[in-house]
């Protein structure tokens, strides 16, 4: 039963591995031209495990961008998982201590959509399966951390291979992945005029605090939105 | 990097890690404690993430030449009908043309 349960969560998180591996290995080779080392790019992956945050994270840090700004920034991009442990706190009730932690350490966005699902069939949502599920895609995220950074080590000039138009363009696909969300457009609007201007008038790594405190402070200040959202949505981030 | 640097990188991802994880156990701490987030704290916290990678786009479309520029163009297009993985690959056919025939 147990057992099934394993194999069956690694069944399911077959067709996350094929779509997620190409962004492990893109992840490797860029935070190598960071100035990562190959062992800091498999390190990062495989204590941060949040893809969107550690691309994030190697971008900062390649710009010499501040450690509490880094850190504060990965926080925020994966403040959305915040949402998911509220929301999933439901189905693992009958985990132990120790089987919520490593629940909670692995609650990547797709491990979060498919235990939604999972529960809303009414299938058992057991510790097994969980971790069946989760290990398909945590084990080969390091593997291809790996591969990208060897590789990326081996190229010299990203340029000459493209490479540096990817984060940005990665980035813009995450901005995008948000546009549902209440205030969006005016947010962005504001972030990036607002980073413009202090990467010519500041200069980096500012435009990137007073760019994101530009947003935040506008979507604070406009009127709430009239209708009381849906306590957690799933949204396709990253 | 020397090694103080790269005592600091080490440091900066385990702080990077233990973050992440606080996002992800935060919502079952509140929910056991039962606190409501207000609601202009709410929508704050909802723009932060577009907020900041915001600051990561716009900077390198303007001051990145027009080579990433015409490149993050093409992939924006494609970017609001298809996935992430298409986005990467158009904008980086883009800019391998531009720079093979402009000769950057």
């Given at each position: 039963?147990?057992?099934?349960?394993f194999?069956?969560?690694?069944?399911?998180?077959?067709?996350i591995?094929v779509?997620?591996?190409?962004?492990?290995?893109?992840?490797?080779a860029?935070?190598?031209?960071?100035?990562?080392?190959?062992?800091?790019?498999?390190?990062?992956?495989?204590?941060?495990?949040?893809g969107?945050?550690?691309?994030?994270?190697?971008?900062?840090?390649?710009?010499?961008?501040?450690?509490?700004?880094?850190?504060?920034?990965?926080?925020?991009?994966?403040?959305?998982?915040?949402l998911?442990?509220?929301?999933?706190?439901?189905?693992?009730?009958?985990?132990?201590?120790?089987?919520?932690?490593f629940?909670?350490?692995?609650?990547?966005?797709?491990?979060y959509?498919?235990?939604?699902?999972?529960?809303?069939?009414?299938?058992?949502?057991?510790?097994?399966?969980?971790?069946?599920?989760?290990?398909?895609?945590?084990?080969?995220?390091?593997?291809?951390?790996?591969?990208?950074?060897?590789?990326?080590?081996?190229?010299?000039?990203?340029?000459?291979?493209?490479?540096?138009?990817?984060?940005?363009?990665?980035?813009?696909?995450?901005?995008?992945?948000?546009?549902?969300?209440?205030?969006?457009?005016p947010?962005?609007?504001?972030?990036?005029?607002?980073?413009?201007?202090?990467?010519?008038?500041?200069?980096?790594?500012?435009?990137?605090s007073?760019?994101?405190?530009?947003?935040?402070?506008?979507?604070a200040?406009?009127?709430?939105?009239?209708?009381?959202?849906?306590?957690v949505?799933?949204?396709?981030?990253? | 990097m020397?090694?103080?640097?790269?005592m600091?990188?080490?440091l900066?991802?385990?702080?990077?890690?233990?973050?992440?994880?606080?996002?992800?156990?935060?919502?079952?701490?509140?929910?056991?404690?039962?606190?409501?987030?207000?609601?202009?704290?709410?929508?704050?916290?909802?723009?932060?993430?577009?907020?900041?990678?915001?600051?990561?786009?716009?900077?390198?479309?303007?001051?990145?030449?027009?080579d990433?520029?015409?490149?993050?163009?093409?992939?924006?297009?494609?970017?609001?009908?298809?996935?992430?993985l298409w986005?990467?690959?158009?904008?980086?056919?883009?800019?391998?043309?531009?720079?093979?025939?402009?000769?950057?």
């Amino acid at each position: 039963m147990t057992k099934d349960d394993f194999w069956q969560g690694v069944r399911g998180g077959f067709p996350i591995v094929v779509s997620a591996s190409p962004f492990g290995a893109l992840f490797g080779a860029l935070a190598v031209d960071n100035g990562f080392s190959v062992f800091d790019a498999v390190f990062m992956s495989m204590t941060v495990y949040a893809g969107a945050s550690q691309m994030v994270g190697i971008e900062l840090f390649g710009n010499k961008v501040q450690p509490w700004l880094i850190v504060l920034s990965i926080f925020a991009v994966n403040f959305r998982h915040i949402l998911y442990s509220a929301s999933i706190t439901r189905h693992i009730g009958h985990f132990t201590a120790v089987q919520k932690i490593f629940t909670f350490f692995l609650l990547v966005d797709p491990q979060y959509a498919e235990t939604e699902k999972r529960a809303e069939r009414g299938d058992p949502v057991t510790f097994a399966w969980y971790l069946g599920f989760a290990m398909i895609i945590y084990i080969p995220w390091q593997f291809m951390t790996f591969l990208g950074a060897f590789f990326g080590q081996m190229i010299g000039d990203p340029k000459a291979i493209g490479l540096d138009v990817l984060l940005p363009i990665y980035f813009m696909s995450l901005v995008l992945g948000f546009r549902k969300r209440d205030n969006w457009l005016p947010v962005v609007a504001v972030s990036s005029l607002a980073s413009v201007a202090a990467m010519h008038f500041v200069g980096s790594p500012w435009h990137v605090s007073i760019g994101a405190m530009a947003g935040i402070l506008l979507a604070a200040c406009l009127p709430p939105p009239k209708q009381q959202p849906e306590p957690v949505t799933l949204e396709n981030e990253a | 990097m020397d090694s103080t640097e790269h005592m600091h990188l080490i440091l900066i991802i385990l702080a990077a890690a233990l973050a992440t994880f606080l996002t992800r156990i935060g919502g079952y701490v509140m929910i056991m404690q039962m606190k409501r987030i207000p609601p202009r704290m709410e929508a704050a916290l909802n723009a932060v993430p577009a907020a900041v990678l915001s600051t990561l786009v716009a900077p390198a479309f303007v001051y990145g030449g027009w080579d990433v520029a015409a490149s993050m163009l093409v992939a924006f297009v494609v970017g609001l009908r298809f996935s992430s993985l298409w986005m990467l690959w158009a904008g980086w056919l883009v800019v391998m043309a531009v720079r093979h025939f402009a000769g950057l």
